[in-house]
């Protein structure tokens, strides 16, 4: 097979423009309020990236061949990402890829767009992956295409059978090199399932998400992908009891910004909240930042909590062995951003697993302190309290500890990884099917998203229309594909119609609320004004009635004792409607009356 050539990028200046104008684009989506949390992708964007590579061939003279070959010393598996790192799941996973798929034919090239990787790449980082040194090629340069010419040159040399595609969602580079005369098979791996990316609509490429809710989402915006739980070593079964230090000892892990942003519940204030609950220890493992240590103490001082009872610990090698290392009886997931990964190490060591949901849960027949999966959940602090408290209970934490090792071993062993990757790659994994109530929720999720955004602010690239577009589009896809998802009935198609319509309503909405608000302001201070005059008049007249009264009340004569006794009364009850009206109780009254009139 003739090697593919790819021409030497010309024009440098012009290429780089382009990318970085695309990856600007892309973090611009991730930012929005409602858009920025849905794994979504743009047509437009992917085609434009996936045209420039096909440029790259043509003027490389290229013909178009099949798809490579294995051959003595060829690279099977090329694994691209933008960046690699000594913690964390991403980089991690590249690694149960590596385990699953055999390290001696493999290769992993990083595009490093954010400049943080050295060269070579240090041995902390290198043995995540299971490779060596050798197998890692960093790419270097001043622009974006000049990154890509030496991605294309690498993989030029390489020629692997299947290119498996790890970049960060805002790196354009991937979708410019994923083509069939690089790589038979490209797979995008989408690892960052709550955030916008490249790569969802480039030709060819197929799609593993991993977990349900990902899945699903894809099947709602009408791209199909494969469901390949997440793994992680097995540490080998637990090795001691529960409460063996007397008290509750907790953990959470990950690092800053798991816990970080404005949500309402702080990560710190939590951790006073689980330390007041159970009177034992709580330990934090991955990097935070020195104000948020600072902050913890300084809070948990002022609760008059042992300082000793917070355990920073920075790093670890396997948070499995750290969990049983510290004595940990109950994991407590990182919010408002759970680690996926994290999640899974945590289900491996036995440890009982309590996760943050800030919605309700939505499983009708469930406890209301499960979720669907029959893991602890809280939503509040008295919620989480209350757990707690029920759990400083040995059998109780050893049917928790039970239940999270049968999850793992039954949906996250590698071993259950392996024949599931296996089968995707070869084409005997179907693609899984989607519950009505899955892809029903993906549909209310996506409705909510589009319409919590303020379309006449919208994106760079059309704003209203190309959600108008979008949405329409994806309402023929159905309308024209009838029947190929189980489910999806008249709900489904009233829902998308929904959408439409929301959106085409929602510019006007917008100002409309704002100038309704304006004039009801203006009404309700008019209105106010009006009923202080009134209410200043009635004390006034009460003040001149009550004279006059204890006048003729002392003229009466003795015989009128039931006439007096009758004035008597009309001036206690005038006495203490003034007295209401002048410590405040008569004007919440009437204005009560007068809100509800």
């Known amino acids: 097979m003739t090697a593919v050539q790819w021409r030497t990028i010309p024009h440098v200046t012009a290429i780089d423009r382009e990318l970085r104008e695309l990856s600007s684009l892309m973090q611009q989506l991730q930012s929005r309020p409602g858009l920025g949390s849905r794994p979504l992708g743009v047509p437009e964007w992917d085609w434009r990236l996936w045209r420039m590579g096909r440029e790259c061939l043509a003027q490389g003279g290229a013909s178009c061949p099949a798809a490579p070959e294995a051959g003595p010393g060829r690279v099977r598996d090329v694994y691209l990402a933008t960046q690699l790192y000594d913690i964390g799941g991403h980089t991690a996973l590249i690694g149960d890829f590596v385990r699953a798929l055999g390290h001696e034919s493999a290769h992993v090239i990083v595009t490093d767009l954010l400049g943080q990787n050295p060269t070579p790449v240090p041995e902390q980082i290198v ?26 040159a690498r993989l030029r040399a390489l020629l692997p059978q299947r290119l498996f595609l790890f970049h960060h969602p805002h790196d354009p580079l991937a979708s410019v090199v994923a083509q069939p005369e690089v790589a038979g098979e490209r797979i995008l791996v989408h690892h960052a399932d709550a955030m916008p990316s490249f790569g969802l609509h480039v030709p060819g490429v197929r799609i593993v998400d991993l977990n349900p809710s990902a899945v699903a989402l894809a099947r709602a915006l009408w791209r199909e992908s494969w469901l390949l739980p997440l793994t992680s070593p097995d540490p080998g079964p637990r090795p001691h ?32 909240v689980i330390l007041r609950a159970t009177g034992g220890w709580h330990v934090h493992i991955g990097p935070l930042e020195d104000d948020v240590i600072a902050e913890a103490r300084g809070l948990l001082a002022r609760e008059g909590i042992a300082p000793d009872r917070f355990v920073y610990v920075r790093t670890v090698p396997c948070l499995a062995a750290a969990l049983w290392e510290q004595d940990v009886d109950l994991y407590c997931a990182s919010f408002p951003v759970d680690g996926a990964r994290t999640k899974i190490e945590a289900l491996s060591s036995a440890t009982p697993y309590l ?22 959940a809280w939503r509040t602090w008295d919620d989480l309290a209350s757990t707690l408290r029920r759990l400083s209970d040995v059998a109780a934490l050893a049917r928790h500890s039970a239940h999270a090792r049968r999850l793992y071993e039954q949906a996250h062993h590698p071993a259950v990884f392996g024949r599931t990757l296996a089968r995707i790659l070869d084409g005997r994994e179907p693609v899984p099917e989607v519950p009505s109530t899955r892809l029903e929720a993906a549909m209310q999720s996506l409705l909510a998203a589009f319409a919590s955004e303020r379309i006449h602010d919208a994106s760079p690239l059309g704003g209203l229309e190309l959600l108008r577009e979008s949405v329409g589009d994806l309402r023929d896809a159905v309308a024209s594909s009838s029947g190929r998802l189980d489910g999806l009935d008249a709900r489904h198609a009233d829902g998308l119609r929904r959408l439409e319509d929301e959106i085409r309503a929602l510019a006007e ?14 009404q309700v201070e008019a209105e106010g004004a009006a009923l202080r005059r009134a209410l200043t008049e009635m004390l006034a007249d009460h003040g001149r009635r009550i004279p006059r009264i204890e006048h003729d009340l002392a003229g009466i004569h003795s015989a009128q004792a039931a006439g007096a006794d009758d004035l008597r009364r009309e001036l206690e009850r005038l006495r203490a409607e003034n007295d209401a009206w002048r410590s405040g109780r008569g004007l919440r009254a009437a204005l009560r009356r007068w809100l509800m009139s």
């Open 241 to 272: 009891g529960f409460l063996r230090r007397g008290q509750l000892v907790t953990a959470s892990s990950g690092s800053a910004h798991k816990f970080a942003g404005g949500y309402g519940m702080s990560y710190v204030a939590t951790v006073a």
């Open 509 to 522: 909405a917008v100002s409309t609320e704002r100038r309704g608000q304006q004039a009801r302001a203006e």
């Open 127 to 152: 043995s995540r992956l299971g490779l060596s040194s050798s197998q890692v090629t960093v790419v270097a340069g001043p622009s974006h295409a000049e990154r890509l010419d030496q991605v294309l």
């Open 355 to 376: 996760r943050h949901a800030w919605r309700p849960l939505r499983e009708p027949g469930n406890d209301p302190t499960l979720d669907a999966e029959g893991l602890l």
